[in-house]
């Protein structure tokens, strides 16, 4: 079934969002633009602590993320599941998250920087690939996976897509009036950052939106390589 929203936000971990895109995804849904958030793993493996089961870490995971989402008005999570540290690029993979695209009919895809260099976690490179590969050119063709049409989903073309990362900014988002909110949600990830960084890291994220505006008519940024797409 159909259910349009504006913008899809595809990451693979819980708190992935928070730390990159949220003050962007308040200032869509303050301007009342649908979001979504796609959650590719469970972030069953985010932790060094041995008395955490994994069962209970995804439990807990998913709390904070759904709290964090409330907070910025994300309309819907969809949690994939798919276990920490294993994603591959598989037709499998792909066909999930073109079925989430053309379910949701996203005018923005935002999504995690395949192509960041050295050390990143691979689940990041490979759900940029593969949210790249899903949009163009699989979302779009009537031919690409034609059992989702038995489900009602029709091909969609995606107009835009921003990837967080900090190689090849190009787009820088206004986040002035959204940073506290921003700062509000990622608290929420407790599992992943305590009871939250001190004033001075707080203060290091500020200074960092300072520096991503520069040059802005805006005081705070978060900064995306940006791709309009042509069909």
């Known amino acids: 079934m159909v259910k349009q929203a504006q913008v899809l936000v595809v990451i693979p971990h819980p708190d992935d969002a928070e730390s990159r895109v949220a003050g962007t995804v308040a200032r ?4 009342g633009r649908d979001v979504i958030y796609v959650v590719c793993t469970n972030g069953d493996k985010g932790t060094n602590d041995r008395s955490l089961k994994p069962e209970e870490l995804v439990r807990i995971r998913e709390q904070e993320q759904l709290a964090a989402a409330k907070i910025l008005g994300v309309r819907e999570v969809i949690f994939l599941r798919y276990p920490d540290q294993t994603l591959e690029d598989t037709p499998e993979f792909r066909k999930e998250l073109v079925r989430q695209i053309r379910k949701y009919r996203p005018e923005t895809v935002v999504t995690v920087n395949p192509y ?3 050390l990143t976690h691979r ?3 490979i759900t940029g690939q593969v949210t790249l590969d899903a949009i163009f050119p ?20 995606v107009k835009e897509v921003l990837i967080a990362g900090f190689e090849r900014q190009n787009y820088r988002s206004d986040i002035t009036d959204t940073f506290d909110v921003r700062i509000a949600a990622l608290r929420c990830h407790k599992s992943q950052i305590g009871d939250f960084p001190s004033p001075e890291w707080e203060g290091w994220m500020r200074k960092r939106a300072e520096m991503l505006a520069e040059g802005e008519d805006f005081e705070l940024a978060e900064a995306f390589h940006r791709e309009e797409i042509q069909w």
């Open 28 to 31: 869509w849904t303050r301007e």
């Open 116 to 118: 960041e260099r050295y």
């Open 123 to 125: 689940d990041h490179r």
């Open 138 to 157: 699989f979302a779009g063709c009537i031919h690409s996976y034609p059992d989702l049409l038995e489900e009602g989903l029709q091909p969609h073309k």
